[in-house]
Each structure stands twice: as C-alpha cells, then as structure tokens.
C-alpha cells in the first residue's frame, strides 16, 4: 500500500518522502527512521502538508504472542511517536492521515456498517446470533486502541482523518489481488467458508482518489471507511473474480480445511470468515465518486491490467 500511494504521489507531482526502517531503492526520498523515537527524520516532517503514516507489522501471520505483540507495538508505538513530534512542531503538517482498518467493525450478516452507525467488534459472543471465536477479540482491540491513540494526540493545528480501510485490491504482485488470482487460476478459488461473510473492498485506483479527496476536502475529518459502497458475499464475490479470470469452478474450501490451511500457511482463518459489511457513508455524503463501485467490474478490469502488465 505505501509503495503504490507514494508512487501515485510522486507521480502527481508532489515531493514525496518515505520514512522507512530500512533502505530500498526507489524514486523518492527515503529517510530512515525506527518508528519509536525521534530522529533526523523529524525535519523532513516539519513543513510538510501531508503525513500519511501506514506504519504497522504484517497481520498475515499465526497471532502467537510474539507475532500480537509486534503487530500492536507496531502500530500504537508509531502513532503516538508521531503525535508527539507533530505537537512539537513549529509548523506541522495540515493534515494528517493515519491507517487503520475495517476490521474495527462486528461481523456483520445482518446490516451495513458505516461511520455514524457502525458498532464496533469485541462482543459479538454476548449474543447467540453473532457467536465468533474469542481469537478475533484481538484485532478488533489493536484497531480500538490504534485510533484511540491517534485521536487522542493534541494537534490542535493538524487535521486527522483515520483511514478504515477494506481488502485493497491492485494489479500487482504480493497483495491480496495477486494471491486469490493465483488460487483462482489453480482450480482453488471456490467458496471460502459457507459464502455467507460479507467482503468489503477497494478498487486502487479508488483508494488513490479518495486519498487525494480526504487530502483536498478540508471539512472532513475523523474516521473514514475507505471502501467500496457495495459489499457483497463471499460466496458471489469469489464468483465474480472466477468470472474475470475466465474460469468456471473452483475447489470450495469449508471452515475446517481453511483452518487447517492458515496453520500450515502460518495464518489466521479470521482474515477469510470475519464478515465484514463496511460502507463509505461520509465519503459519499462529501461527494465522492467511485469509479469502481461494483466488484464484477473492478475484477474485469484489474485482471484485464494484470495482464497488461505481465504480458
């Protein structure tokens, strides 16, 4: 995500610099930093218009107590280093635009969930109908105390939006776009689960809009749930990725198989099962527009750029 946003940046025109824990060739600044204490980095910050932090440690990955303990400190040490610094500084950014994730909300089979109505995970076993494994509890605290932390910064004179974001979908290697593309080519890309979960989604190329948007629209601030508007079931949604790959059937994987594979593949199974029915109700009430809003076309069109760019 970070490399495709400061590529997009870059390309627009804006002078991007990447704060980074380690070195990398690109075409962009790159300026090291830990993600715990300030640095030399903290120049390039003072001055700037936008910091955009996407810091945060893999969630692909078995949560054993190592793995939970980096993936929070990852996320909740970076921001509140960054809300300190911004604080501190003499000329801050005007806006600053902080990751966080859909996940924050319930599984949800019954209703959609956006930012004014939207009830947060964590109790769904205090109701029959909503019964999940107690392990989902974890995430959904990380993301509670990632905003609380973010929120909680005092920078009065920095705009903060936290980004909610859904499953990003780009036409490139190693995200979620390349992975289900190849279990779909392998005969694998069947109904995940009972079909029943809902998928919330983004188009890139709508992430990069709405990036741009929040950045541009100086009356929105808070939480935004950057996803498309119309999430759908698993069991359609896996469908239609069939459909713009052009194949027919795939091997569907019950509950119990995806367990067994997200412990071989040192995974959570909670990445595929959570129900996740999120909407972007405040980018729409701002005037948004996606151009991707229905997932049989955004899967058409990021398998037909997929191979353009492979070919």
């Known amino acids: 995500m970070g490399r495709l946003l400061a590529r997009h940046l870059q390309q627009s025109g804006h002078i991007v610099t990447v704060l980074t824990r380690g070195p990398y060739t690109a075409n962009w600044q790159t300026v090291h930093w830990d993600g715990l204490t300030p640095g030399s980095w903290v120049e390039h910050?003072?001055?700037?218009?936008?910091?955009?932090?996407?810091?945060?440690c893999s969630v692909n990955c078995r949560y054993t107590a190592r793995h939970r303990r980096e993936i929070y400190d990852s996320r909740i040490r970076s921001t509140e280093l960054l809300g300190r610094v911004i604080a501190s500084l003499e000329n801050p950014p005007a806006v600053w635009l902080n990751s966080s994730t859909a996940t924050i909300y319930r599984h949800s089979l019954d209703r959609e969930?956006?930012?004014?109505?939207?009830?947060?995970?964590?109790?769904e076993a205090l109701n029959h109908r909503r019964q999940?494994?107690?392990?989902?509890?974890?995430?959904?605290?990380?993301?509670?105390?990632?905003?609380?932390?973010f929120?909680?910064?005092?920078?009065?004179?920095?705009?903060?939006?936290?980004?909610?974001?859904?499953?990003?979908?780009?036409?490139?290697?190693?995200?979620?776009?390349?992975?289900?593309?190849?279990?779909?080519?392998?005969?694998?890309?069947?109904?995940?689960?009972?079909?029943?979960?809902?998928?919330?989604?983004?188009h890139a190329e709508d992430f990069l809009r709405a990036i741009d948007f929040l950045i541009a629209h100086h009356e929105v601030d808070g939480p935004v749930n950057l996803a498309a508007p119309n999430p759908l079931a698993n069991r359609d949604f896996m469908a239609g990725f069939r459909d713009a790959w052009q194949v027919p059937n795939g091997f569907p994987a019950p509950a119990p198989m995806l367990e067994l594979a997200a412990f071989l593949f040192r995974t959570e199974s909670e990445l595929v099962l959570k129900s996740r029915c999120v909407v972007p109700g405040r980018l729409l009430d701002a005037g948004f527009k996606f151009n991707w809003p229905n997932w049989p076309e955004a899967a058409a069109n990021l398998v037909s750029e997929w191979k353009r760019l492979t070919r």
């Open 113 to 123: 969930m956006d930012e004014a109505t939207g009830e947060f995970g964590g109790n």
């Open 151 to 202: 929120f909680s910064a005092q920078t009065p004179n920095t705009r903060k939006i936290a980004l909610r974001t859904a499953i990003l979908f780009a036409p490139e290697p190693g995200g979620a776009f390349a992975v289900l593309s190849y279990l779909i080519r392998a005969g694998l890309g069947g109904t995940q689960g009972n079909g029943h979960q809902f998928v919330s989604w983004i």
């Open 132 to 149: 999940v494994p107690k392990s989902w509890n974890f995430s959904v605290g990380v993301v509670r105390d990632w905003e609380q932390a």
């Open 45 to 56: 910050l003072n001055g700037a218009d936008v910091c955009i932090n996407l810091a945060g």
